[in-house]
């Protein structure tokens, strides 16, 4: 799955033009290295999102196409 579907999907930023913003802005890091927003994502992966006060580390936990609301969560593990 792309990331810039799975920040939507997951409900991480609200909409897929601005996860697709974001990484072209360079401020989606996926395992250490800033990705475009067509970069696929495996479950296990590590993302990070920078933010102008500060940043989101998570871990990719499932992929899937879409998710109700309160299930969205469960697609990923917020890291320290």
């Not at 940043?55 to 936990?61: D, E, N, P, Q, Y």
Request: hydrophobic letters at 45%.
């Amino acid at each position: 799955m792309r990331i810039d579907k799975f920040l939507k999907v997951s409900r991480i930023l609200k909409r897929r033009t601005t996860a697709q913003e974001a990484a072209d802005a360079g401020k989606v890091l996926v395992n250490g290295k800033v990705v475009k927003p067509s970069f696929r994502l495996k479950e296990g992966d590590e993302v990070e999102l920078c933010f102008a006060a500060g940043s989101l580390k998570f871990r990719v936990l499932a992929l899937k196409e879409t998710v109700k609301k309160d299930e969205a969560s469960s697609l990923y593990e917020v890291l320290a």
